[in-house]
């Protein structure tokens, strides 16, 4: 199941108004934002797949560049608690030109990363993230000062 920032949610009175998804960073020290106008997020912004045990998002800035962030546990995930790449639950990567094969991930050994949700509902999911990815043949990208906010 995919959700993006194009979801809905009725108010009080009703009226169908779009759900906020953003996500942002510092990417090796400069700003990065998530865009509902970038080349490959014609729906959206940020996208995510949720179950109890799952949780992945991904973004998409307005020059084509691309954040993904992925939980996965073998109990349900919980806010408040701090997912590490390091314990293998948490992997994030950063990717300058999505459709490129530069690929900056904490995959690769060396690399490290946290996640730390602080909100899981069924209406919205925040949290705060950063990790430093490296590319299997060298290089490195530092993403920090990351934070996401997506409702559902």
């Not at 800035?61 to 993904?68: E, L, M, R």
Request: aromatic share 10%; charged share 10%.
């Amino acid at each position: 199941m995919l959700i993006v920032s194009a979801s809905c949610k009725k108010t009080a009175t009703d009226e169908q108004k779009p759900g906020v998804a953003t996500l942002s960073a510092l990417v090796d020290g400069s700003a990065w934002q998530s865009s509902p106008h970038g080349p490959y997020s014609a729906v959206g912004a940020v996208g995510i797949y949720n179950t109890s045990m799952n949780i992945q998002i991904q973004a998409f800035a307005s020059d084509g560049s691309y954040i993904a962030l992925n939980v996965v546990s073998q109990t349900a995930i919980t806010a408040n608690t701090v997912y590490t790449g390091e314990s293998g639950l948490f992997q994030g990567q950063f990717k300058p030109d999505f459709m490129g094969s530069d690929v900056y991930s904490t995959m690769v050994e060396g690399a490290s990363g946290t996640i730390r949700f602080t909100n899981i509902s069924a209406d919205k999911i925040t949290g705060t993230f950063s990790f430093n990815g490296l590319k299997p043949l060298g290089g490195s990208v530092s993403v920090d000062n990351g934070s996401f906010e997506i409702d559902l």
